[in-house]
T-cell receptor, first 112, second 114 residues
Framework: AQSVSQHNHHVILSEAASLELGCNYSYGGTVNLFWYVQYPGQHLQLLLKYFSGDPLVKGIKGFEAEFIKSKFSFNLRKPSVQWSDTAEYFCAVNAGNNDMRFGAGTRLTVKP | GAGVSQSPSNKVTEKGKDVELRCDPISGHTALYWYRQSLGQGLEFLIYFQGNSAPDKSGLPSDRFSAERTGGSVSTLTIQRTQQEDSAVYLC????????????FGPGTRLTVT
């Protein structure tokens, strides 16, 4: 069964620091990859997605993620975080007709 | 242009009681999902509906959990004889189709079993 691992449970950064959140999945076939974000008190919402094509995908609010097939990874990055990026971030994988599988989430706290 | 709505937003119930949680998906979305979000556990898939097809119940943790979707729209998740370990946030999501991948989430129902 496919699974998704997020390596960091809680990340604390100061504003303007660079961010990289790790995500690895276990599935050998074609996958669709997602990062969702849940801001405090808000719904889960899509941050970015990868279906095919350029493995470097850009999402909202300056986030980007790189799909590295050989490493089964889809890490999320942002060059300079802001206080408003404080949220919980979930990596998710959908493999073919299988259901979406989510990672345990990474809580990001950005100190002003 | 309403999004996914869920009710109630909060539910406190006594151990052993039954609860029903409701989800209204985005109009026109054929796929509907239920997840459970527990602290530090991420999102746990529970059940999936696609159109008129038989639901995928593979994620339901026990036979106390059941769900139905009437008329291809509204869905109800029922938990019978609730236990304290059922306490969690129950999230509903919908998508245009299964293969489209992008899911739109509701605000969730926070269930507390005392």
């Amino acid at each position: 069964a496919q699974s998704v691992s997020q390596h960091n449970h809680h990340v604390i950064l100061s504003e303007a620091a660079s961010l990289e959140l790790g995500c690895n999945y276990s599935y050998g076939g074609t996958v669709n990859l997602f990062w969702y974000v849940q801001y405090p008190g808000q719904h889960l919402q899509l941050l970015l997605k990868y279906f095919s094509g350029d493995p470097l995908v850009k999402g909202i609010k300056g986030f980007e993620a790189e799909f590295i097939k050989s490493k089964f990874s889809f890490n999320l990055r942002k060059p300079s975080v802001q206080w408003s990026d404080t949220a919980e971030y979930f990596c998710a994988v959908n493999a073919g007709n299988n259901d979406m599988r989510f990672g345990a989430g990474t809580r990001l706290t950005v100190k002003p | 242009g309403a999004g996914v709505s869920q009710s109630p937003s909060n539910k406190v119930t006594e151990k052993g009681k039954d609860v029903e949680l409701r989800c209204d998906p985005i109009s026109g979305h054929t796929a509907l999902y239920w997840y459970r979000q527990s602290l530090g556990q991420g999102l746990e898939f529970l059940i999936y509906f696609q159109g008129n097809s038989a639901p995928d119940k593979s994620g339901l943790p026990s036979d106390r959990f059941s769900a139905e979707r009437t008329g291809g729209s509204v869905s109800t998740l029922t938990i019978q004889r609730t236990q304290q370990e059922d306490s969690a946030v129950y999230l509903c999501a919908s998508s245009k189709t299964r293969s489209s991948g992008v899911q739109y989430f509701g605000p969730g129902t926070r269930l507390t079993v005392t």
